[in-house]
């Protein structure tokens, strides 16, 4: 006898169910938008950061996905069932068996470390609770605080022990709101690491809040880039930084050198080379963005003539890099400001001569406007 056949869907029979699923999320405070038609998922295991200035509507939309505040407009899906929907259903925090750490975490100041840590793992064997908690803690470096209570410990530690409480029940989603803002440095370098390998080790999905895009490209697989309430651009790290949608994603990752020009034959002529623009309109006006490491700059044999050429204006070692002041001239005479980033020590005198070769990868070249975008 054969068996019947079905016809199904191959990508529907493969995709996982999304830890998390925001979808249409709008909310306002006062009538005021905050955040506008949000369309955001996490799948099992993934850490996604949700990125963006001051005020951009970050917090608001980890608040959502936590229950912590009331849905207004959309859905919020957890492992595929509906946890929130307006007028319909608002499941509380407590019974979203999410993981929750926020910049102002507060500790139970009854409470030791440990039994802070141990507090969310009551389905656990007694035995294992404390076992657990000390692995949390040991992997968090806060092992040889298990006694301590919170009042003893500085703000950094605080918010490493809200870390280990949050992480101790492996929960299949976490949610992390500026989790190593208070901590200095070094420390927060050290920290971010533990905490993304505690992440992965548990393949707890992650949804994590911050306004720094460093730390955003050391956590992440997928970034969320916001901006007024809208995401602006989604993908991986490398997506994002070397495939930005609009001139407002290029500058959030650093510096960029910014060069106008008109679109002819398809270009844009700028002191140090001509970069391709087909797809913006003929005789229209083009920002042509360069990252600092995308000028290649080599000292050139002619002292004396600086004036005709590109030279350096100043050089300054920063440390990893060297950071070079540069006055481009181009063939027509044109002649601009530049700032280059070159690795190590390259500090060529002022007035040096140079060449200025550009590295495309790193040019990206919108309509002046900004709106229209294209690299
Ligand atoms: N409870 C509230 N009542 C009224 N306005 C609020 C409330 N919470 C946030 N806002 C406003 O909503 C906007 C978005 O705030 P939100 O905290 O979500 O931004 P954010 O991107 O997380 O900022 P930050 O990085 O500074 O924490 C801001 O203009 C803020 O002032």
Redesign the pocket.
Same mark, same amino acid.
């Given at each position: 006898m054969t068996a019947p056949t079905t016809t199904m869907n191959t990508a529907e029979a493969v995709a996982p169910v999304a830890a998390l699923s925001l979808s249409d999320v709008h909310h306002r405070?006062?009538r005021?938008p %905050?955040?506008k038609g949000v369309e955001l998922s996490v799948a099992p295991g993934e850490v996604v950061c949700l990125l963006?200035?001051?005020?951009?509507?970050?917090?608001? /939309? /980890?608040?959502i996905a936590a229950g912590l *505040?009331v849905l207004q407009e959309g859905r919020v899906g957890l492992e595929g069932e509906t946890v929130a929907a307006p007028g319909r259903r608002h499941v509380p925090p407590e019974k979203r068996s999410v993981g929750l750490a926020f910049?102002d975490s507060a500790l139970f100041p009854h409470l030791s470390v440990l039994e802070n840590v141990k507090f969310g793992l009551k389905s656990l064997p007694s035995g294992k609770r404390r076992e657990r908690a000390l692995e949390r803690l040991e992997q968090l470096g806060m092992a040889e605080y298990a006694d301590t209570y919170p009042h003893m410990l500085s703000g950094g530690q605080q918010q490493r022990v809200a870390l280990a409480r949050a992480l101790a029940p492996e929960p299949r989603l976490m949610l992390l709101? *500026?989790p190593f803002s208070s901590l200095d440095a070094r420390l927060r370098d050290q920290i971010r690491d533990d905490t993304l390998h505690v992440l992965k080790n548990v393949g707890a999905a992650t949804l994590l %809040?911050t306004?720094d895009p460093e730390e955003a490209m050391f956590m992440a697989d997928r970034i969320a880039l916001?901006r007024d309430?809208v995401i602006v651009q989604t993908g991986t790290p490398r997506e994002l930084y070397c495939a930005p949608c609009d001139p407002f994603v290029v500058t959030f990752f650093g510096e960029v050198n910014e060069l106008y020009g008109v679109v002819e034959d398809g270009k844009v002529s700028t002191p140090v080379g001509t970069v391709e623009a087909g797809w913006l309109s003929e005789g229209s006006e083009a920002v042509v963005m360069v990252r600092p490491e995308a000028l290649r700059v080599s000292e050139r044999d002619e002292c004396g003539r600086a004036h005709v050429h590109s030279h350096v204006v100043m050089a300054k070692l920063l440390g990893r890099s060297s950071l070079l002041h540069l006055c481009a001239h181009g063939p027509d005479d044109a002649e601009a400001h530049l700032h280059a980033r070159v690795p190590g020590v390259f500090l060529p005198a002022e007035g040096q001569p140079v060449d200025i070769h550009l590295d495309l990868s790193q040019v990206f070249v919108f309509a002046a406007s900004g709106t229209a975008a294209g690299a």
């Open positions: 405070f006062d005021h %905050v955040v963006g200035p001051s005020g951009c509507g970050k917090t608001t /939309l /980890l608040r *505040e910049q709101d *500026e %809040v306004h916001m309430g």
